[in-house]
């Protein structure tokens, strides 16, 4: 079963062209077909190599699911960092941040395809499994708050608990859309984040 807690992202792209190339054609065949129904043969035949040389790569299908997740969850960051940086406030920051996250998983080919046809692979790891994804999320969250922090634009009682409360509600809003609460809404998000999350973490001087 595919664990968030053993992502592997492999070498960074552009370090090897031969895992660029097999990664590339596995999150094709992914895209295309499922997880499921995806076989190394498939994502072999796309990359013009053989089975073997998947195999020797990244041992088996599991391997490659994993390296495939990793790196999207990497790209994912990576583009968030640069959303966040590009705004001054942390309010600012905290509304785009939500919008990004809700708009990466929702327009991604591969994870939106997961979610809606293939939720058995993807629920549990947010779900009743969702301990490592949890955990990965208030880190990436934590270090992003610390930073906020040294800057004197934040001061929570405790950053490690509201790095968590931040990702419990960033997952549980992913995985309904309706309610109250709504991440498909601008003002919304604006009112979530200036009446929930700003006075949690006690911005400074803004």
Aim: glycine content about 6%.
């Amino acid at each position: 079963m595919l664990s968030i807690a053993q992502l592997d992202p492999g070498p960074a792209p552009g370090e090897d062209a031969l895992v660029d190339r097999v990664a590339a054609a596995a999150f094709d065949s992914f895209v295309e077909y499922g997880i499921r129904r995806s076989t190394i043969e498939d994502v072999a035949t796309r990359a013009g190599v053989s089975k073997m040389t998947v195999f020797r790569r990244f041992q088996n299908k599991q391997g490659l699911v994993q390296v495939v997740i990793a790196r999207e969850i990497r790209r994912a960051m990576e583009q968030l960092d640069d959303v966040w940086e590009r705004e001054h406030t942390l309010e600012q920051r905290l509304v785009l941040g939500l919008s990004f996250a809700v708009n990466f998983v929702r327009g991604h080919p591969l994870l939106d395809r997961l979610l809606h046809s293939e939720p058995e692979t993807l629920l549990p790891l947010l779900t009743v499994d969702g301990a490592p994804a949890l955990a990965l999320y208030r880190e990436l969250i934590a270090t992003r708050l610390q930073a906020e922090v040294r800057a004197g634009r934040a001061a929570p009682a405790d950053l490690d608990q509201a790095a968590e409360v931040i990702a419990r509600l960033a997952m549980s809003l992913l995985l309904t859309r309706e309610g109250t609460i709504t991440l498909d809404d601008d003002d919304t998000i604006v009112a979530l984040v200036r009446h929930t999350l700003l006075p949690m973490l006690r911005p400074c001087g803004e």
